[in-house]
């Protein structure tokens, strides 16, 4: 069943609706098309909501015998700063030793295409026949592959080691995206105490329905069902503030 039947059916709504069958969507381009900035911006939204309500969580356990949210509102912007800058700082560093490590690999072909063009061209053969191709079909493809440097580099990056020089992703984006994503999630579980709940109920309600949704759009990346995927996060979400919340109140109550 489609997202649109299952809503359509639990609201009650007689299911006329007839679902428009899935346009046939040819898919050629499975790398990332986002220049890499939506994943460091789903996981690290996911993050800051995760962590930040946790840490609220505990606050508000630690201190709920205090009538104030003073401590619950400074620990929760504490986290989102601390937290957006720690995700931004170990994206960065993990995109750019990929992107260095994939570039060094480059280097090196780019190297022994320049130092031993024919040898090189003479492999490209073999692995397109490996690959299935005719010799002569093969050999032609390296010759024109050969024609050019760059190309050539690009030919082999790609078959040899499967990375595409042109397309490396950059630390920045993802340093940023994962930095404004962290900060956008880990609001979330304050926002409401800015506005005067003086409840983590709230706090906690409207996170999860975010950890839903977000849960949800991961799964249009992979083969489960949306409401498994939101589900889990919400499942994951429960526990994680549910533990800090009890660990806050046992150190509450002992300090
Ligand atoms: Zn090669």
Redesign the pocket.
């Known amino acids: 069943m489609r997202p649109a039947t299952i809503v359509a059916t639990v609201a009650g709504v007689t299911s006329d609706i007839q679902p428009e069958p899935d346009p046939v969507v040819i898919d050629h381009e499975h790398e990332d098309l986002t220049g890499g900035w939506l994943r460091p911006s789903v996981f690290g939204a996911m993050d800051g909501l995760v962590s930040n309500a946790a840490l609220v969580a505990g606050v508000a356990g630690g201190t709920r015998h205090i009538e104030d949210t003073t401590a619950v509102i400074l620990a929760g912007i504490a986290g989102l700063a601390a937290g957006a800058f720690s995700m931004a700082v170990g994206e960065y560093v993990s995109v750019a030793s990929e992107s260095e490590s994939a570039q060094r690999e480059v280097d090196k072909?780019r190297a022994?295409?320049l130092a031993h063009p024919e040898e090189?061209r003479a492999?490209?053969v073999e692995i397109l026949v490996d690959k299935g191709l005719a010799q002569s079909t093969a050999e032609d493809v390296a010759r024109q592959v050969h024609q050019d440097v760059e190309t050539a580099v690009t030919v082999?990056a790609q078959i040899?080691f499967g990375v595409d020089p042109d397309g490396l992703a950059s630390p920045k984006v993802a340093a940023v995206s994962s930095f404004l994503a962290f900060t956008a999630g880990a609001s979330v579980p304050v926002v409401p105490y800015l506005f005067g709940a003086e409840t983590l109920t709230i706090s906690i309600v409207v996170t999860l329905m975010v950890l839903f949704a977000l849960g949800a759009v991961v799964t249009r990346v992979t083969s489960r069902p949306w409401w498994y995927g939101g589900g889990r996060q919400v499942l994951l979400g429960c526990i994680a503030f549910a533990a800090t919340y009890g660990i806050g109140m046992l150190v509450g109550a002992s300090v």
């Open positions: 072909e022994e295409i090189e492999e490209l082999h040899e």
